[in-house]
T-cell receptor, first 117, second 113 residues
């Protein structure tokens, strides 16, 4: 149980275009999902926390208008990278949690590798 | 600020060798500490955790003890297997709010037969 999927697993897009990444909790409902970004040989950096039905909370330094997050249902959150540029190329990882009242555990997706040319 | 520092990898070991991956943290307050593992092509999985000083987390033969005096949470395993080859992440989190995780850089472990 507690499986999180991401789609696509990898994507290549041209500079200036937008790309959407989906994060789904397959066998549980997630009131909270997290989006991380990981550079090669570096930590996962939290970008934003998204709660179902409300606006995402972004970490300091993350551009809200560039990284649009939507958490429209209890099983789906999406991250849209708008007007992508080569510096946005990275590995994006989402995680999901059951509810604020459960343990600290987050369940992670396998990640999406974005390459902007 | 709050941060986690891990030893750099890759760590290369022979099967049945003893494993230690060092992890130290800087935190204001008393965080919970975690080890996550990422196998090739898969998402991060919680390996073990400890929520207060002197707690020992253990799972699948791995252990780590929360040492407040040295602000450390080193991961150990007495005899590694090839199937343990993965990337290991140390992380911390505070209770309350949405339990945001702060990760170390990750340490890649390669175990050879």
């Amino acid at each position: 149980g507690a499986v999180v999927s991401q789609h696509p697993s990898w994507v290549i897009c041209k500079s200036g275009t937008s790309v959407k990444i989906e994060c789904r909790s397959l066998d549980f409902q997630a009131t909270t999902m997290f989006w991380y970004r990981q550079f090669p040989k570096q930590s996962l950096m939290l970008m934003a926390t998204s709660n179902e039905g409300s606006k995402a909370t972004y970490e300091q330094g993350v551009e809200k208008d560039k990284f649009l997050i939507n958490h429209a249902s209890l099983t789906l959150s999406t991250l849209t990278v708008t007007s992508a540029h080569p510096e946005d190329s990275s590995f994006y990882i989402c995680s999901a949690r059951y509810s604020p009242g459960r343990s600290y555990e987050q369940y992670f997706g396998p990640g999406t590798r974005l390459t902007v040319t | 600020g709050n941060s986690v520092t891990q030893m750099e990898g890759p760590v290369t070991l022979s099967e049945e060798a003893f494993l230690t991956i060092n992890c130290t943290y800087t935190a204001t307050g008393y965080p919970s500490l975690f080890w996550y593992v990422q196998y090739p092509g898969e998402g991060l999985q919680l390996l073990l955790k400890a929520t207060k000083a002197d707690d020992k987390g253990s799972n699948k033969g791995f252990e780590a003890t929360y040492r407040k005096e040295t602000t450390s949470f080193h991961l150990e395993k007495g005899s590694v297997q090839v199937s343990d080859s993965a990337v290991y992440f140390c992380a911390l989190s505070f209770s309350g709010g949405y339990n945001k995780l702060i990760f170390g850089a990750g340490t890649r472990l390669a175990v050879h037969p």
